[in-house]
Structure formats: structure tokens, C-alpha cells
């Protein structure tokens, strides 16, 4: 057995290896060991986390956000933060946030658990507790959403500052290490609302995916978005050279404050590119000028500024401010990002 800092024994079980070699395996990729965040809900997965994270990561600061969305939050989140004392965390915090509305309970909910567990990580990385079974329902939502192939490419290992150990790991594993160290994970029953997509998906759709295809459906979903991830990085780079090629800085019209000297792109350069490879140039540059939640419908209407100019209007996006909304807009042969004065 392994002796975690905080004295906690850990059986040699096959659940417990296969969790301590996916956080393993991410440390060694990321240069060694060092201190870490986790990201704590108090679930099988975090928990069994922030377990063999102790063993093979070093220091460990366990993070609990509260969203006190149900009753009883405080004491829930309270109880994990002991739990995590107990498998030898250096600490472990609870931070209450308040969750707003924006795009529904879920997106919100989310927002405000990064946003704490940002304000909390004092330069070090952050753990989150992701599974290969979450990594599935993520490409097939994507799937079912038809967004395109960045969102079925799944969530990465390692997106500074995030981390995620245990995409190659399954829900059942995380479950069973659980029961192997003798802890209970807390069940948040929110996991069992049909009222949530991801929760259908979950607990209606795969199962069914996977006695209709004769399993290993969420295996080869996490596959796929390995490859697509790889292929991506290839597009990726052609697609920074064709960006490169097309800048052209122009002298924005008087069209309100904030617009001066707003980079624009040549679409003589654009429009001679092979097409995946133009969005990806124009999805990244409208990043660059702060367009928020672009949308595949949003992206289809600028192609068409650029690939089948008819005189159309240019395509508003989301993103400005308070005041001024943004425009792309074609013009003296570049497209171009313009704020407009919102009606």
C-alpha cells in the first residue's frame, strides 16, 4: 500500500491504480511534480482526485465552491472539505459564490466555479475531476448540436490553467476507488434531473447507444476526439499562416469610439484559401477583437461577405459594449470589425 502525507492508506486496487496513473501520467507530462489545486465537489470523481493527487502530485490545496443553489449546500460543501483534510490536502477551502442567469443555471453555475476557482489558484494549476465518460458526452453533444469540429474535438488534458487527469479514466473507476479508500462520496442530485440535457444524455442516451452498438460507444467517443484534436492542431497551424498573410491594418471609419485603427483582413488573400481553413483565420481574428459567442450560423454569414459578395449588410456578433454593438463588415476590399451605436 502507498501512505499518502496526511497518513491515509492506499489499497493497490485496480481502481485505485488506474486513478493514480491517469494523475501520473499528467504530472510527468507537465515537467513533474509541484504544488496543485483541486477543484472539489465533493463527487466520486473529485474526491478520487484529490486522493491520488495527494500520492502523485505533491502539494494539495482542495477548492469546494459553494453555489448554494440547494439547501444544505454549506454543510455539503463543508463535509468534502473535510474529507479532503482527512486524505492529507496541505488545505482545502470552501468559497461561496453567488450564480447568476445568464445563459441558464448550468452555464451560470459554471461561470462562477471557474471564476472562484481562479481567484484561488495563486499561480498554480487546477485539477478537475473530468472522466472519459464526461469526455463522451461532450463530443456527442457536439455531435447533436452540429457546431462543427472544434466542439466534438472534447475537453484537453491541459488548457492552462486547467487540468484534467482523468479523461482517460471511467466514472465507474473513480466510484469504486471511492469505496476502496472506505469514503462516501456526496450525490448530487441534480445528477439525476432529467431536466438537465447532459443528464438524458448520461443516463438515457449512451446506455442505449451502448446496448444498441454493443458497447464501448463512450471509448470510441473519447477516441474520436483524440484524433479530431490532432487533426486540428495540423489545421490549426495552416490556418495561423493563412491569418498571418491576410492581416492588413487599415484606418477605421468613423463610426463611433474604439474603432481607430481596428486590424483588418485582406479578403483577396481570404478568398483564394481553401474554405475549413478561412474560418478557422476568421474565427481566431474575432476572437482577437473580442467577439463573444459566435455561433456556426454567425460564421457561415461572414464566409458569404467574403466568398459570395452580393452587396449584403454587414453580420452584427456578440461582444461590444453597453453602448456600441459589433459589426462585421466588408469594405474596400477587407473585412473588418466595426462597433456600431446600439438602436
Known sequence: MMMSPGGLRLPETAAVLAVRRGVRDWVAGQGGRGPVVVGLSGGADSLALVAAAVVEAGAVTAVVVDHRLQEGSGEVAERAAEQARGLGCVAAVVVPVEVGRAGGVEAAARTARYAALESMRDGRPVLLGHTLDDQAETVLLGLARGSGGRSIQGMVAWNSPWGRPLLGVRRAQTVQMCADLGIEPWD????????????????????????????????????????????????????????????????????????????????????????????????????????????????????????????????????????????????HGTLAVRAQPRI
Not at 259 to 275: F, K, M, Q, V, Y
Not at 277 to 282: E, I, N
Open 188 to 331: 448530487d442530485p441534480h445528477n439525476a434531473d432529467p431536466g438537465y440535457t447532459r443528464v438524458r444524455v448520461r443516463n438515457e442516451v449512451l446506455p442505449l447507444l451502448e446496448e444498441v452498438l454493443g458497447g464501448g460507444v463512450a471509448k470510441a467517443l473519447a477516441r474520436t476526439a483524440d484524433q479530431l484534436r490532432a487533426d486540428g492542431a495540423v489545421l490549426d497551424t495552416y490556418a495561423d499562416e493563412l491569418l498571418r498573410a491576410a492581416r492588413a491594418i487599415g484606418t477605421a471609419a468613423d463610426s463611433g469610439p474604439g474603432d481607430t485603427d481596428r486590424p483588418t483582413l485582406s479578403i483577396e488573400i481570404l478568398a483564394t484559401a481553401p474554405p475549413a481553413l478561412r474560418r478557422r483565420a476568421v474565427r481566431t481574428w474575432l476572437a482577437d477583437q473580442g467577439v463573444a459567442g459566435l455561433m456556426n450560423a454567425h460564421l457561415q454569414a461572414i464566409d458569404e461577405l467574403v466568398s459570395n459578395w452580393r452587396g449584403q449588410g454587414g453580420v452584427a456578433v456578440g461582444g461590444g459594449s453597453r453602448d456600441h454593438r459589433l459589426v462585421v463588415t466588408r469594405e
